[in-house]
């Protein structure tokens, strides 16, 4: 099995040109599987930022298991 490539937060920010904090707040979600190499260290797959750079990026200012909430009158 080939060795697997993984990025560091602030490389799949630079290539979403987001923030690195976007990042993080994706893994949190739940949108972007990671790697927890120690408290502050996380890692995540290259093929699953290439597979994101394809179908598109998460709207970050919703969870995944958010509901629209919705005003009345």
Not at 2 to 21: D, G, M, Q
Request: with cysteine.
């Amino acid at each position: 099995m080939p060795p697997v490539s993984l990025l560091t937060a602030a490389e799949v920010a630079e290539r979403f040109r987001v923030k690195k904090a976007t990042i993080h707040l994706w893994c949190m979600q739940g949108y972007l599987p990671f790697i927890r190499l120690g408290p502050r260290s996380v890692r995540i797959r290259l093929d699953v930022i290439e597979r994101l750079e394809l179908e598109g990026v998460p709207d970050s200012r919703r969870s995944p298991n958010s509901r629209t909430a919705r005003r009345t009158g």
